[in-house]
């Protein structure tokens, strides 16, 4: 008797309200964070009460970090590293999120439609994006730059045009990346039976693609789109260690670029910005792994 | 009651990588408004692309011909843009599979009024209103909590439900029912036909309804016409269809229904063999290798659709019965 009325008031204390959150993991939050915190730095970097990141301090050259002066210590040439990774984040979040932002829009444009459509046209779109995926990226923006910004003694670029230039050539690098994965997930959603049953209430082709597809569509275009924000940053930094980047120490590539040579004196010359690149890109593959399995789940309870 | 929509001689072709494939042969039916027409026969007899292909929904491999009146007017060559306005609010059609046919990162409330705002130009506050208004006819209980629930929340017979209140949002005079209860348990398919033919009767909507089962068409169809491997094999108003059964097909369709009656353990009724490869051109009847009273004549030629009077065609050589 005495079970009977157990069970029978465990049951009315049956949660109602299941508890929703789920618990995100520990890497979510830190990448987030330092994601946040390189944002912040990129935005209102110049706010902080640090010296100025172009301005050779001849009294302290080659400082270790934790100087009393100089926070992160300085360059050989007695430039200060905090000010110049601080600087350094806003060329870099400015150009990887100008270039994915534009490249992954033009992308998804393009691998979206030519998927709904299909036709000769997806398949000149292919062909365009295989032939664009064949060529490496290195190559590519390597002689965009030395073509569109060339630069020597006599005819030297400016540091506007060649932070143009790379946004372009990275531009161009993304949009295949991203629009094949939109093609891809377009092909998949679009032979859905719910596209369809739009389509037979009489809904126009681009109501479709904006109301239907594109909503499914976005998450791995997301995903992808964090991942791709990882590799520019280190494309950005290939290209300034190969001498074609942004000049004068003005990104984590060209500061390394320009520190690889004193890396037996000053070693952290290099090790900070490296640290630097190293730890966006690993948060930028968390952050959209999480952001993909998070967005994944309402379809996944079907 | 005047005619509403008329196929005259329609056949469809699918280009294949294993030829030209046979998906509707030479149909011809006609439906009155307000009148309910039951398309039955087995998977791959072409009931769907049957129901597609009037809608103009085929997918580019297809080709089309004969032709489709509806409304007096001749829509078979119509352009893309002039038959899209037809869609929705002259013919809709409800699809098999409602966990497929809605969009499952889309709220309910999004989907139901997608089409009154797109295709009707109502306002952001009259859509919502209206979705209730749906919502409440289809028997959705609080309709409004329903508006803000998503897919996933719903179960197979709601989400019919709602498949049902978007199809019929734009008060279509005719609505295709493409096996709107095969993915359903059976107590929600009663209540779901129940649904349908009341909403039918209220607005004077024509239907098509496609399904397999002949116990289905049998209470919520005016006329039923079977389908076997592309062809209409039998041709008959409801009552006229079950009383006096002509097709041998129709006959084993019927009979391959389970029943409560036959004891445990015994076989379940089959239809032997399968559909003849529609790819290819064979003569004689397409039911002749499955069919229980076939003889040469059925193997060597392939029997017209006849008149049996009463409005009721059949094509077979020795219908069951007997030739009048």
Redo the contacts between chains.
């Keep these: 008797m005495s079970e009977t009325s157990t069970l029978s008031s465990a049951n009315t204390d049956l949660p109602i309200k299941v508890k929703r959150k789920r618990k995100r993991p520990v890497g979510f939050y830190l990448a987030g964070s330092w994601l946040f915190l390189i944002v912040f730095l990129a935005v209102f970097g110049w706010i902080l009460p640090a010296p100025s990141w172009d301005k050779s301090f001849y009294d302290s050259l080659g400082v270790h970090p934790f100087h009393h002066s100089h926070i992160l210590g300085t360059t050989l040439d007695g430039y200060d590293m905090f000010a110049g990774l601080v600087n350094g984040a806003r060329l870099s979040v400015f150009v990887s999120l100008i270039s994915v932002t534009v490249g992954g829009a033009i992308g998804t444009f393009i691998g979206v439609t030519s998927a709904y459509f ?2 000769k046209i997806d398949m000149i779109v292919t062909m365009a994006f295989n032939v664009m995926l064949s060529i490496p990226n290195l190559v590519l923006s390597l002689s965009l730059l030395s073509v569109l910004a060339y630069s020597d003694e006599n005819h030297p670029a400016t540091i506007g045009r060649r932070v143009g230039v790379l946004i372009l050539s990275l531009t161009i690098v993304i949009i295949p990346i991203l629009g094949r994965i939109a093609r891809g997930a377009t092909l998949q959603w679009s032979s ?3 596209v ?9 082709n681009f ?1 479709i693609i904006r ?2 597809i594109l ?2 569509v976005a998450p791995a275009i997301l995903a992808i789109g964090f991942l791709a924000i990882g590799s520019v940053i280190i494309v950005e930094g290939s290209l300034a260690i190969l001498g074609i980047g942004v000049p004068g120490g003005a990104s984590w590539g060209s500061m390394l670029a320009n520190g690889r040579g004193n890396i037996a004196y000053s070693p952290w010359e290099v090790y900070l910005p490296a640290g630097a690149i190293a730890l966006t890109v690993i948060s930028c593959n968390w952050f959209g792994d999480f952001v993909r399995t998070s967005l994944d789940k ?2 996944s ?2 | 009651m005047s005619t509403l929509l008329k196929i005259d001689d329609m056949s469809v072709r699918f280009q294949t990588p294993r030829g030209n494939l046979k998906a509707v042969n030479n149909v011809s039916i006609e439906l009155l408004a307000g009148e309910s027409l039951g398309v039955v026969g087995e998977s791959g007899s072409g009931k769907t692309v049957l129901s597609r292909a009037t809608m103009g929904l085929l997918p580019g491999t297809a080709t089309r011909t004969g032709t489709i009146t509806y409304e007096g007017q001749d829509i078979t060559n119509l352009p893309k843009d002039e038959v899209r306005e037809l869609w929705g609010t002259g013919m809709a059609m409800i699809f098999q599979d409602p966990m497929t046919a809605l969009n499952p990162v889309r709220r309910i409330g999004s989907q139901l009024t997608e089409s009154l705002t797109v295709r009707l130009g109502m306002n952001k506050k009259d859509a919502k209103e209206k979705a209730i208004e749906l919502l409440k006819r289809v028997r959705i209980p609080d309709p409004e909590a329903m508006l803000r629930k998503f897919p996933y929340q719903l179960s197979g017979g709601m989400r019919q439900r709602i498949m049902i209140a978007i199809a019929v949002s734009c008060e279509p005079k005719l609505l295709f029912a493409d096996e709107p209860t095969t993915a359903l348990d059976v107590t929600v398919q009663a209540q779901v036909l129940e649904l349908l033919t009341e909403l039918r009767k209220e607005e004077n909507m024509a239907m098509i309804l496609v399904t397999h089962d002949l116990g289905v068409v049998a209470g919520h169809t005016d006329k039923i016409a079977v389908m076997y491997a592309g062809d209409v094999v039998e041709y008959a108003p409801t009552r006229q269809l079950f009383s006096h059964m002509k097709m041998p097909y129709t006959e084993a369709l019927l009979k391959s229904i389970p029943r409560l009656e036959t004891p445990t353990g015994s076989r379940l009724p089959v239809i032997e063999g399968r559909l003849p490869d529609p790819t290819k051109d064979e003569p004689g009847c397409p039911f002749a290798n499955r069919c229980p009273y076939v003889t040469d004549k059925c193997r060597a030629e392939k029997p017209p659709l006849t008149d049996g009077g009463n409005n009721h065609f059949y094509r077979c050589w020795f219908p069951i019965g007997g030739v009048k």
Aim: no cysteine; hydrophobic share 20%; charged share 40%.
């Design positions: 299909r036709g859905r039976e719910f369809l049953a739009s389509k037979s209430m009489g809904t126009k109501t109301k239907h909503p499914n309402r379809e309870k079907i």
